[in-house]
T-cell receptor
Framework: GDSVTQMEGPVTLSEEAFLTINCTYTATGYPSLFWYVQYPGEGLQLLLKATKADDKGSNKGFEATYRKETTSFHLEKGSVQVSDSAVYFCALSPDAGNMLTFGGGTRLMVKP | GAGVSQSPRYKVAKRGQDVALRCDPISGHVSLFWYQQALGQGPEFLTYFQNEAQLDKSGLPSDRFFAERPEGSVSTLKIQRTQQEDSAVYLC????????????????FGEGSRLTVL
């Protein structure tokens, strides 16, 4: 079945450092790919998405590019802030719908 | 507020007790999902409703788990004869569209109900 694998955390960075969180997936067909974020004390919320190969999703300075050849959707940000400290989840939907399969999550801690 | 509301936020149950977890989705949202999130893990799908119809319950781990959405809005997840392995955060999410290819992938999540079974 479909699955998503993320790098294990926690990832600890200093403010203004470059961030990469790796995500790879296994799915049949052409899934849509997502990054969700969970800030402390809040529910999960959509950060960005990409629906076809080579699409780049972006939001709040975060970017991720849908790479079909490597089945990857790595999350990047050029300069992290303390406020980016959260748990990040990579997810896929097999049919551009709302049925999501999530990865295990990666906790990011940004120190001032 | 206008978001997804879940109650109770925290529930402690003795092994063998029955529990009921409530979800109030965003008004007018067609689809409602329940996920189970074990400590340090990602959310795992339990079940999905489109209006009052339960279209997918393939993720329910046993027949002790039961979900309903009788009027197509509020949903209840019931767990009978709780076991320690049921300890987790139960997440509810809703979305304005259907789940089968007609959506955007943006689910609106509640903050979850944390269940601890002693």
């Amino acid at each position: 079945g479909d699955s998503v694998t993320q790098m294990e955390g926690p990832v600890t960075l200093s403010e203004e450092a470059f961030l990469t969180i790796n995500c790879t997936y296994t799915a049949t067909g052409y899934p849509s790919l997502f990054w969700y974020v969970q800030y402390p004390g809040e529910g999960l919320q959509l950060l960005l998405k990409a629906t076809k190969a080579d699409d780049k999703g972006s939001n709040k300075g975060f970017e991720a590019t849908y790479r079909k050849e490597t089945t990857s959707f790595h999350l990047e940000k050029g300069s992290v802030q303390v406020s980016d400290s959260a748990v990040y989840f990579c997810a896929l939907s097999p049919d551009a719908g709302n049925m999501l399969t999530f990865g295990g999550g990666t906790r990011l801690m940004v120190k001032p | 507020g206008a978001g997804v509301s879940q109650s109770p936020r925290y529930k402690v149950a003795k092994r063998g007790q029955d529990v009921a977890l409530r979800c109030d989705p965003i008004s007018g949202h067609v689809s409602l999902f329940w996920y189970q999130q074990a400590l340090g893990q990602g959310p795992e799908f339990l079940t999905y409703f489109q209006n009052e119809a339960q279209l997918d319950k393939s993720g329910l781990p046993s027949d002790r788990f039961f979900a309903e959405r009788p009027e197509g809005s509020v949903s209840t997840l019931k767990i009978q004869r709780t076991q320690q392995e049921d300890s987790a955060v139960y997440l509810c999410a809703s979305t304005p569209t259907g789940g089968g290819g007609a959506g955007t992938g943006e689910l609106f999540f509640g903050e979850g109900s944390r269940l601890t079974v002693l």
